[in-house]
C-alpha cells in the first residue's frame, strides 16, 4: 500500500525542495534535474508541485479511498504517493544532479561556485554543496565523486567487503564480511 503524502509534508522528506531566492510558486523551489521550471529573474528555477513531482505521482480521490483516508479532505494536486523504491528514485536524481554539478564553473583557488546554480548563490563553498549530497544519497559523496568504484577491504581477515544491503542494517552497519560472516562498521574497514 501507498503512503499519501500532503505535497508540503513531502517536501520535507523528499530532499530536493529548498526555499530560497528567487522564489517560485510561493517559495516551493525544487533542486531535482526533473522538476517543472519556470524562469524567474532570467533563471530557470525548479518548481515543487504535485502534478510535476517526478519522485511520486498525484495521489487521487481513489486513492484515499483506497488508503482508508477521506476523500472529503482530499484537494487536486496536493497530494503524492509514496512507493516502495523512493529512495533508488532520490538516487538517480542525485547522481544526474552530480553531473550537472560538475559542469558549474567554480574558482580553482576559493572552491567556490563562481556563479548561481539550483538555490546556491555564487561564492558557495563546494564542500558545503558536497555535505547537502552526502546528507542525501543513499551512499553519500564518496560513492558519487568516486563512482563506487573504490575496494573497500575488511580490517580483520583482509577480504573484500560489500555494501550493506538492508536500509535499516546500513544506517549503523554500512559493510558486510562474507568471509567473515559479519556486518561491519566503517571504522572495521578500509579503503584501497
Known amino acids: 500500500m501507498a503512503e499519501i503524502l500532503h505535497v508540503d509534508e513531502f517536501e520535507g522528506k523528499c530532499g530536493f525542495a529548498y526555499r530560497h531566492e528567487p522564489f517560485c510558486n510561493g517559495g516551493h523551489n525544487c533542486r531535482h534535474p526533473e522538476a517543472a521550471t519556470e524562469k524567474i529573474a532570467g533563471k530557470e528555477v525548479g518548481y515543487c508541485y504535485a502534478f510535476s513531482c517526478p519522485l511520486a505521482p498525484t ?17 487536486e494536486d496536493m497530494y503524492v504517493e509514496i512507493f516502495d523504491g523512493l529512495q533508488e528514485k532520490k538516487d538517480e536524481g542525485l547522481k544526474a544532479l552530480w553531473t550537472e554539478f560538475g559542469r558549474v564553473p567554480m574558482n580553482p583557488e576559493t572552491e567556490c561556485i563562481e556563479e548561481d546554480w539550483r538555490g546556491w548563490k555564487a561564492g558557495t563553498f563546494r564542500e558545503d554543496i558536497w555535505h547537502w549530497f552526502d546528507e542525501r544519497h543513499s551512499k553519500g559523496v564518496a560513492y558519487l565523486m568516486f563512482g563506487g568504484h573504490r575496494k573497500v577491504i575488511c580490517r580483520r581477515c583482509g577480504s573484500e ?17 562474507p568471509e567473515c560472516d559479519q556486518n561491519m562498521y566503517s571504522f572495521e574497514c578500509k579503503e584501497e
Not at 495521489?59 to 484537494?75: H, I, Q, R, T
Open 161 to 177: 567487503v560489500q555494501e550493506e544491503n538492508d536500509a535499516e542494517l546500513r544506517k549503523e552497519y554500512p559493510y558486510y564480511c
Open 59 to 75: 495521489a487521487d480521490k481513489e486513492s484515499f479511498e483506497k488508503n482508508g483516508m477521506d476523500p472529503e479532505l482530499y484537494e
